[in-house]
T-cell receptor
Framework: DSGVTQTPKHLITATGQRVTLRCSPR?????VYWYQQSLDQGLQFLIQ???????AKGNILERFSAQQFPDLHSELNLSSLELGDSALYFC???????????FGQGTRLTVV | ELKVEQNPLFLSMQEGKNYTIYCNYS?????LYWYRQDPGKSLESLFV?????AVKQEGRLMASLDTKARLSTLHITAAVHDLSATYFC???????????FGKGTRLHILP
């Protein structure tokens, strides 16, 4: 158990809908990263927050947004969902910027 | 932009054999990470390599880093079936604080 908690574990939703994925980092970690893993694209970096502030942005679609709250948990919001958004979404946390990241169990999103 | 390339992407090998997975990256970076992922599971941190010449070993796995060549290797000694998994290397932080992953090497060890 890495100490990073993601909910829900599985999510099935229809195209056009909006979902929110939640991540609680390890105790004491200030950085939260979001990654998308699909079969054909590997592990794609989406976005990083450090102590509530956006720190780095990757290949995140405009339909996706994220935030980190004062208690350091983070949420990834995915809207206007398309079939191609089906993937495993991982959250990871670390104690600093670019330090060793520990991954949650992931949320498997299926868009039908 | 930092690019991280692993090879091979797929490796099938017999138990008891040795093999090496390579990770090349395109720009200077402070740290290199190796992770293991079992099918449908999370990524587990294996090694963090911080400096040129760093070598770390855990059981049958040994990782090394050559920052001048921008190359890291993950060596598997006398492979056993339990090591079957996908192995990722990751590099960072980049100038804009990202950690970039390679595409992963899917290792299948035949009993």
């Amino acid at each position: 158990d890495s100490g990073v908690t993601q909910t829900p574990k599985h999510l099935i939703t229809a195209t056009g809908q909006r979902v929110t994925l939640r991540c609680s980092p390890r105790s004491g970690d200030l950085s939260v990263y979001w990654y998308q893993q699909s079969l054909d694209q590997g592990l794609q970096f989406l976005i990083q927050y450090y102590n509530g502030e956006e720190r780095a942005k990757g290949n995140i679609l405009e339909r996706f947004s994220a935030q980190q709250f004062p208690d350091l948990h983070s949420e990834l919001n995915l809207s206007s969902l398309e079939l191609g958004d089906s993937a495993l979404y991982f959250c990871a946390s670390s104690d600093g910027v670019g330090t060793e990241a520990f991954f949650g169990q992931g949320t498997r999103l299926t868009v039908v | 932009e930092l690019k991280v390339e692993q090879n091979p992407l797929f490796l099938s090998m017999q138990e008891g054999k040795n093999y090496t997975i390579y990770c090349n990256y395109s720009t200077t970076s402070d740290r290199l990470y190796w992770y293991r992922q079992d099918p449908g599971k999370s990524l587990e941190s294996l090694f963090v390599l911080l400096s040129n010449g760093a070598v770390k070993q855990e059981g049958r796995l040994m990782a090394s880093l050559d920052t001048k060549a921008r190359l890291s290797t993950l060596h598997i000694t006398a492979a056993v079936h339990d090591l079957s998994a996908t192995y990722f290397c990751a590099v960072g932080p980049t100038r804009d604080d990202k950690i970039i992953f390679g595409k992963g090497t899917r290792l299948h060890i035949l009993p």
